[in-house]
């Protein structure tokens, strides 16, 4: 097992472009998690997936983000219409259900929108 | 509210004991977590601890646990310059949710 892969690591986009990133979590972890990080800040819930059922979603969220997990593994993030604020890391982060839950994070997509 | 807080940074010198502190708001939170995050790495797990424990020992780390304060503490022991880093403190809260403060950077003195 190679970890969680995220995909890619760096993105480069225009205001009002969508984005996608894809997340790999590792294989028999059923829970997937993704997280913002801007410089100088702790990594920001997004949203939560238990199998492919998205079980909480920050109230942060604007309609913009939309988060999917189609068949319980990889899951893809989407931002449309992208704005300069948005330019941040974003990690996802993977566990297998019970015990500690302790995450096991990617290395990250590095988002820049110019 | 589930906020996670942390002062910012800290500097000790080489050799010397490190106390990184956090508050954490949500009093259902069945583990509580230390992660560290090194200049342009991911996070990774340092430690946690049960909410029905007080202390947990790992090697040069102690984690304290005072659940009436709601107040999470991280000691590193003879702390190493390769300790430097940014630490998290993070709870779980409801459906699973993990919430992280917002780090303690932490420099280490040669």
């Known amino acids: 097992d190679t970890g969680v892969s995220q995909d890619p690591r760096h993105k480069i986009t225009k205001r009002g472009q969508n984005v996608t990133f894809r997340c790999d979590p590792i294989s028999e972890h059923n829970r997937l998690y993704w997280y913002r990080q801007t410089l100088g800040q702790g990594p920001e819930f997004l949203t939560y997936f238990q199998n492919e059922a998205q079980l909480e979603k920050s109230r942060l969220l604007s309609d913009r983000f939309s988060a999917e997990r189609p068949k319980g593994s990889f899951s893809t993030l989407e931002i449309q219409r992208t704005e300069q604020g948005d330019s941040a890391m974003y990690l996802c982060?993977?566990?297998?259900?019970?015990?500690?839950?302790?995450?096991?994070f990617g290395a990250g997509s590095r988002l820049t929108v110019l | 509210g589930e906020d996670v807080e942390q002062s910012l940074f800290l500097s000790v010198r080489e050799g010397d004991s490190s106390v990184i502190n956090c508050t954490y708001t949500d009093s259902s939170s069945t583990y509580l977590y230390w992660y560290k995050q090194e200049p342009g790495a991911g996070l990774q797990l340092l430690t946690y601890i049960f909410s029905n424990m007080d202390m947990k020992q790992d090697q040069r780390l102690t984690v304290l646990l005072n659940k009436k304060d709601k107040h999470l503490s991280l000691r590193i022991a003879d702390t190493q310059t390769g300790d430097s880093a940014i630490y998290f403190c993070?709870?779980?809260?409801?459906?699973?949710?993990?919430?992280f403060g917002t780090g303690t950077k932490l420099q280490v003195i040669p």
């Open positions: 993070a709870e779980i809260g409801g459906y699973q949710k993990v919430t």
């Open positions: 982060a993977s566990t297998a259900r019970g015990g500690a839950n302790v995450l096991t």
